[in-house]
């Protein structure tokens, strides 16, 4: 850290007290649960509770941002975590959803100051999947469990 600042903020990942709410997409649930799994376990391991952690299902990827809207909307939740997976195919379909979602997930963090976290997959294949969904690559779910904590607490020592 530069000792020239007179003050640095930076959310803690101390998850005790927050409140999350994670929309799921169903399509390639598959994946998406295990990155569920990997998000409510990241955030129990540094000290939040099951019970502060509320789930929506939704048909696809492209449906998350109106559910994370919504939970946004009832002003229960300290984050949001945006969960999905988009495998890319023979046509342009998947790269549509990705640019849309991710532009979407972030115009409602800017606009309602609530961490909307993007927790989903873009991959080439389904191989890619498997390793970013709990095996080689990690869990995606897992580190978007842990940006809600941190962002949800950096959003407390700015207010």
Not at 70 to 81: F, P, Q, T
Not at 108 to 135: C, F, H, K, M, W
Request: a neutral charge; glycine letters at 12%; aromatic letters at 6%.
């Amino acid at each position: 850290m530069d000792k020239t600042i007179g003050k640095v903020y930076e959310g803690n990942l101390n998850a005790d007290g927050l409140r999350f709410g994670i929309v799921c997409s169903r399509f390639n649930e598959f994946f998406v649960s295990k990155l569920l799994g990997g998000a409510v376990d990241a955030i129990v391991r540094h000290g939040g509770s099951s019970k502060n952690i509320e789930a929506a299902w939704v048909p696809g990827s492209y449906e998350l941002p109106f559910a994370a809207k919504k939970l946004v909307a009832s002003g229960k939740y300290d984050a949001v975590i945006a969960l999905g997976v988009v495998i890319q195919g023979a046509t342009p379909h998947a790269g549509y959803i990705n640019s849309e979602v991710s532009k979407a997930l972030a115009q409602i963090s800017l606009e309602t100051g609530v961490p909307v976290i993007y927790g989903i997959i873009t991959a080439d294949n389904i191989e890619q999947a498997i390793e970013r969904s709990g095996t080689k690559a990690g869990n995606k779910g897992a580190d978007a469990g842990v940006a809600a904590i941190e962002m949800a607490n950096l959003v407390k020592q700015l207010a």
